[in-house]
Nanobody, 113 residues
Framework: QVRVVESGGGSVQPGGSLRLSCAASGRTFLPPTMAWYRQGPGKERELVARILYDGDIMYADFVKGRFTISRDNNNKDTVYLQMSNLTPEDTAVYYC??????WGQGTQVTVSS
């Protein structure tokens, strides 16, 4: 089983920024497909952004232009989620997914004034 660890969550005011990190122990030869999901209070878990093995990236409509997913240049099993212009609706536990199978424990992001 792959170990997936998220970090970087916290509390921020509306309009602020945070950068999440996800490090996986890794098992693939090629860069793995990794994704960020989130689950807000009373809501279902939803996809935020995904980066494929070939570098292709997709975003959920609600984060386009505000969030950026990227892969570490020196470690293919580490990805980041740069979040800007945060709103209270972005409050959630953010989870990292590795290769559509392994999950991290999540990191809390709270946006409030």
């Amino acid at each position: 089983q792959v170990r997936v660890v998220e970090s970087g969550g916290g509390s921020v005011q509306p309009g602020g920024s945070l950068r999440l990190s996800c490090a996986a122990s890794g098992r693939t030869f090629l860069p793995p497909t990794m994704a960020w999901y989130r689950q807000g209070p009373g809501k279902e878990r939803e996809l935020v952004a995904r980066i494929l093995y070939d570098g292709d990236i997709m975003y959920a409509d609600f984060v386009k232009g505000r969030f950026t997913i990227s892969r570490d240049n020196n470690n293919k099993d580490t990805v980041y989620l740069q979040m800007s212009n945060l709103t209270p609706e972005d409050t959630a536990v953010y989870y990292c997914n590795y290769e559509l199978s392994d999950w991290g424990q999540g990191t809390q992001v709270t946006v409030s004034s």
